[in-house]
């Protein structure tokens, strides 16, 4: 019989693990990664839900201090984004992840960025201080970084303001904060000090009845405290009176416009002069 073909050599198989070598590496390996993995997923966890836990304690300290709501959702946002930093952080050590380097870099983030925002932050330092302390609110009529109006919106870094003539005025609350504060608000009354002159050779007792009786006709200008009529000074041109009637500070205005007005039309009606600034010149002559 003729010879069978000879069957092709087979390449050699690569040698499988044995069970006992898969089984040390399963310990060495994937055992303590899934531990690791599990206790950070649980670190991660349970560190969201302590962090969401305090945040809502720490809000209801603050609400229950009164403190305004733009501030306490700035603050809360703050201390919530610094326990998710603090969670991560706890999670990677927890991997094995060198954080000693993270923390540097967010440090070293932390200051460029505060230099780079000085006047950013103190804005924002300001405006904590004018919600804290609150030297005028939302509605209030206010003198501030020489800008007067009404204020609208008070902001962690701006505030906005409405002048009379319908103007919006945004201005840093560190300019607010660095300068003297007028509020025309605060209290519920104020008092008008208006000057008014008359001629030399006017009845001072008769111009002092009729700014008198002016007064105890209006109903606006409050009986207490009591208002003021005094002749005040005898200037170059004009023996002025001083008038200090107190109103309600919403009536201010409207008093102040009225009264002038109602001075005017009462001295012409008693012939009581409103003189005009001048000056006596006496020229001698040359012989």
């Known amino acids: 019989m003729p ?11 690569p040698e499988l693990p044995g069970t006992a070598e898969l ?24 560190g969201r839900i302590i962090s969401k836990i305090l945040v809502k304690l720490i809000r209801k300290g603050l609400e229950r201090a009164n403190m305004d709501m ?42 460029a960025i505060g230099l780079a925002l000085q006047g950013s932050l103190q804005n924002f330092a300001s405006g904590v201080m004018l919600i804290v302390f609150r030297p005028f609110k939302s509605g209030d009529f206010v003198e501030v970084a020489g800008v007067s109006g009404v204020v609208e919106v008070i902001s962690i870094f701006t505030t906005v303001m409405r002048t009379g003539d319908n103007r919006e005025i945004i201005i840093p609350n560190g300019s607010i904060y660095s300068g003297t504060i007028t509020n025309y608000s ?50 170059d041109s004009s023996v002025n009176f001083n008038v200090r009637p107190w109103v309600k500070s919403a009536d201010y205005w409207s ?33």
């Open 186 to 235: 605060a209290r519920s009354t104020r008092r008008i000090d208006m000057v008014f002159g008359i001629g030399y050779g006017d009845d001072i007792k008769k111009a002092k009845d009729v700014l008198t009786s002016l007064i105890e006709a209006d109903d606006r200008i409050l009986k207490n405290p009591e208002p003021l009529v005094a002749v005040a000074e005898l200037a």
């Open 255 to 287: 008093v102040k416009f009225d009264y002038t007005e109602k001075v005017k039309l009462a001295f012409d009606e008693n012939g009581i002069s409103i003189p005009y600034p001048q000056m006596d010149v006496h020229m001698d002559k040359m012989k």
């Open 70 to 111: 733009i501030l306490v959702n700035f603050v809360l946002s703050i201390i919530s984004t610094i326990l998710l930093l603090f969670v991560i952080i706890a999670s990677l050590n927890q991997l094995g992840v060198d954080t000693t380097s993270l923390i540097a870099l967010l440090g070293a983030a932390g200051l």
């Open 3 to 13: 010879d069978m073909p000879k069957m092709p050599d087979m390449p050699d198989l």
């Open 23 to 46: 089984s040390q590496h399963f310990t060495t390996y994937v055992i303590p990664w899934a531990i690791n993995i599990f206790f950070a997923l649980t670190i991660f966890i349970v």
